[in-house]
């Protein structure tokens, strides 16, 4: 069975300080996509990054910053100078291969960030 | 481009009554899958369309039904409803190719169901 689980629950932070979200991930298959969402208010789950597990190369976008380790089974997300609107609930979650949309979320990390 | 559009955004049931929520995949997009999210339960997958046909189905009783019409846009039905029903339903569309690696799901911004 696939399973995610974010330890960190919820997160506050000042503007500009740096975060780093947790995700560690459990999967029997070889070839699977783990994903990172953010969730404002709205409601809406915008996609942030995906990544396939035979791929472990880590991903920088502006201030985003993705580090994959397949011998931790994690896949963490930091935020370089945090902004005010970083301020949503992330989850990450995890797909096997031709499992469609049929995705596995972890529960979530609410962050703050504080002006 | 258009991104996914659920309507209603809000609305409010009674207990035993079925509800139908709409959402229109973005422009091309042959997949539509659907998920429930409460505060308790967090995010679970529902069931998942693919040219008018079901493709995956998640572990929900059979009061949760869902369908997909030829222009890819997909409803999804609860019928007698419960309180535990209360939530937000998210909608979310893909090209559909097969293996997620090469294929990215976009959510909708959802609907709230309340049930009282």
């Known amino acids: 069975a696939q399973k995610v689980t974010q330890a960190q629950t919820e997160i506050s932070v000042v503007e500009k300080e740096d975060v780093t979200l947790d995700c560690v991930y459990e999967t029997r298959d070889t070839t699977y996509y783990l994903f990172w969402y953010k969730q404002p208010p709205s409601g809406e789950l915008v996609f942030l990054i995906r990544?396939?597990?035979?791929?472990?190369q880590n991903e920088i976008s502006g201030r985003y910053s993705w580090n994959f380790q397949k011998s931790t089974s994690s896949f963490n997300f930091t935020i370089t100078a945090s902004q005010v609107v970083d301020s949503a609930v992330y989850f990450c979650a995890l797909s096997g291969y031709n499992y469609g949309q049929n995705f596995v979320f972890g529960p979530g990390t609410r962050l703050s960030v504080l002006p | 481009k258009a991104g996914v559009t659920q309507t209603p955004r809000y609305l409010i049931k009674t207990r035993g009554q079925q509800v139908t929520l709409s959402c229109s995949p973005i422009s091309g997009h042959r997949s539509v899958s659907w998920y429930q999210q409460t505060p308790g339960q967090g995010l679970q997958f529902l069931f998942e369309y693919f040219s008018e046909t079901q493709r995956n189905k998640g572990n929900f009783p059979g009061r949760f039904s869902g369908r997909q019409f030829s222009n890819s846009r997909s409803e999804m039905n609860v019928s007698t409803l419960e309180l535990g029903d209360s939530a937000l339903y998210l909608c979310?569309?893909?090209?559909?190719?097969?293996?997620?690696?090469?294929?990215?799901?976009?959510f909708g911004e959802g609907s709230w169901l309340t049930v009282v």
């Open positions: 979310a569309s893909s090209r559909g190719a097969t293996g997620t690696g090469y294929d990215t799901i976009y």
């Open positions: 990544r396939n597990s035979f791929d472990e």
